[in-house]
Every structure is written in C-alpha cells, then in structure tokens.
C-alpha cells in the first residue's frame, strides 16, 4: 500500500511561485513514476506532469511548460512541482499520484493518489 500526502497549497496573486510537495510512504518509493494532476471547479481532472522512477525522464502538459518543474527525491521519498509564473487558469486542486506503469501520461494512469491541496491564483 502506497501513501500520498501533498502540503504546500495556497493563495498566490498572478505571476507568483508556489512549490508543491508530496510524501509518500512505503519502502518501494522509487519503483513508482510520479506525477501530478489538478481538477478546477466545474473540471476534469487534468495531467499536469509526470517524473519517471530515476527522476530522468518528465513529461508536461502544454499549458504548463517552461512554467512549471517536477522533480523527486528517492532518498526522501519526496515529489515537488515549482510552479512559477502562475496564472489564474492554474487555480485547481493539485493531486500527487504514483504509477507503476510507464512514466508518460495515459487514461487510467496513477495507481495510488493523494487527497489534493488547493491552490488559488488571484489576477
């Protein structure tokens, strides 16, 4: 069983930065791709990023490219997303979830998923 709680949320006015965590629980860590998903009201859930088990490989959707990094760290089984230049379009919730299929985004991807953290950008 896999764990995800993500922290790091908040209201940010546009063109600010906010990094998101999420820790993950269980000694298997680093056999799991790891992404990130946002849902805004009224929305699907969409992918916004997703990190390979190595942290090597990522991938980005279109509308947060060049604004937005994903990264990990195995040692601490930690994932983050930088989320820099944010608009008011990015106000979501943001989920952290973990796959342990390929690392690149299909439907159906994610395996386990966090409870999500709010993140509200003002214009």
């Known amino acids: 069983q896999v764990q995800l709680v993500e922290s790091g949320g908040g209201y940010v006015q546009a063109g600010g930065s906010l990094r998101l965590s999420c820790a993950v629980s269980?000694?298997?860590?680093?056999?799991?791709?790891m992404g990130w998903f946002r849902q805004a009201p009224g929305k699907e859930r969409e992918f916004v990023a997703t990190i390979g088990r190595t942290g090597t490989a990522t991938f980005y959707a279109d509308s947060v490219k060049g604004r937005f990094t994903i990264s990990r760290d195995n040692t601490k089984n930690m994932v983050y997303l930088q989320m820099n230049s944010l608009k008011p379009e990015d106000t979501a919730v943001y989920y952290c979830?973990?796959?342990?299929?390929?690392?690149?985004?299909?439907?159906?991807?994610?395996?386990?998923w966090g409870q999500g953290t709010q993140v509200t950008v003002s214009s």
């Open positions: 979830a973990a796959d342990s299929g390929r690392t690149s985004y299909y439907i159906g991807w994610g395996d386990y």
């Open positions: 269980g000694r298997t860590f680093n056999m799991y791709a």
